[in-house]
């Protein structure tokens, strides 16, 4: 773009109100705003994919968590990927590829040292929004360090046909778990996951989940990566071996009830076990992303890691795809084409 090819204006989903219970298309605006001239050291990037993800809900109410919560009347954020179209900074070029956080956007302005450059070549550019970004290190790090997954493991993964749980699964494989187990919310989505070399899973509407996992690992399980919470939660407990770890990653059964849930009931387990409970968040974890994009693009290339992708396409339609992942409707990775 030449200079007077470059937008003057953008488009951007802003909160409009605070969800009680699940949210609905009218917590969110689609507004036009004027784009700020680029600072020293800053590029103006033309967003291609923005990332919606289960995190997102908590940061819609106003609570004090371990990241800051939207604003009413602000625009909201999350991992992007797109093109340098203007840039002041001497480390980011113009055509560049870069990943960066201010998603939710058709157009970002952001400091250059905040937009990390990458080459999507033959991969595509929304992979490092998923298998080779936040997604996979989640999935990664969740299992080997919080998890302390060890060779041989009976591994159990909640949510396995989303995008982090589906990577976990395959992970553990790939790393030599002797078994590994997925709960999803689907007949077609526990085919997926099968075909993706999980040994064995259930529909979690087909009974208690406690009697379903009691089935798939009858010799109990060592390690419970943790998407759901409530009576998975439990149930792990109930299943897992002496010694065994949980990776408290996500809880998505319970981040649009309004009431406190019930489960899990039977912590006391715990002791007697001496199980393992690990709260995890992926950011201090930032600094295996080499170590981790080494073996997951070697992964990727053997076919031993496959990833999925739901892509719903432009901004506006990104607060129903939000909305839509909420409800269990991809399969794998949810990004918004912009």
Same mark, same amino acid.
């Given at each position: 773009?030449?200079?007077?090819?470059?937008p003057t204006k953008n488009r951007e989903i802003h909160l409009a109100s605070r969800p009680e219970g699940w949210p609905t298309p009218e917590n969110f605006d689609l507004v036009e705003v004027d784009l700020p001239?680029?600072?020293?050291?800053?590029?103006l990037v033309k967003n291609h994919y923005m990332s919606v993800d289960p995190y997102m809900r908590g940061r819609m109410n106003d609570v004090k968590s371990y990241v800051p919560p939207f604003q009413?009347?602000?625009a909201l954020d999350g991992g992007a990927i797109g093109e340098v179209v203007a840039s002041t900074s001497a480390d980011v070029p113009v055509g560049a590829t870069v990943l960066h956080g201010l998603g939710w956007r058709e157009y970002a302005v952001l400091d250059a040292a905040e937009a990390r450059v990458v080459d999507a070549g033959e991969i595509g550019e929304s992979t490092y929004l998923g298998a080779l970004g936040m997604t996979g290190l989640t999935a990664y790090a969740g299992l080997v360090y919080a998890g302390g997954f060890e060779e041989g493991d009976v591994v159990f993964v909640s949510g396995a046909a989303g995008a982090v749980g589906s990577m976990v699964g395959q992970i553990a494989k790939a790393m030599g778990a002797s078994r590994v187990i997925g709960s999803a919310g689907?007949? $077609?989505?526990?085919?997926?996951i099968e075909e993706l070399g999980f040994d064995a899973g259930f529909d979690y509407h087909d009974g208690p989940v406690v009697d379903r996992l009691r089935e798939a690992a009858p010799d109990g399980i060592d390690v419970y990566f943790d998407n759901v919470g409530g009576d998975h939660l439990e149930a792990a407990i109930d299943v897992l071996n002496p010694e065994g770890r949980v990776t408290l990653c996500g809880a998505i059964a319970q981040y649009n009830e309004t009431e406190p849930p019930c489960a899990p009931r039977n912590l006391a387990l715990a002791i007697g076990k001496r199980l393992r409970l690990q709260g995890f968040l992926v950011g201090p974890y930032f600094d295996k992303m080499g170590e981790y994009a080494e073996k997951m693009s070697a992964w990727l290339a053997d076919g031993s890691v496959q990833f999925d992708e739901t892509?719903? $396409?432009g901004l506006e339609n990104a607060p129903q795809a939000f909305i839509d992942l909420l409800r269990g409707a991809n399969t794998g990775k949810m990004v918004v084409k912009l």
């Open positions: 773009m030449t200079n007077s090819d470059l001239e680029l600072g020293d050291g800053q590029v009413i009347g602000e689907s007949a $077609e989505k526990i085919a997926r892509v719903r $396409e």
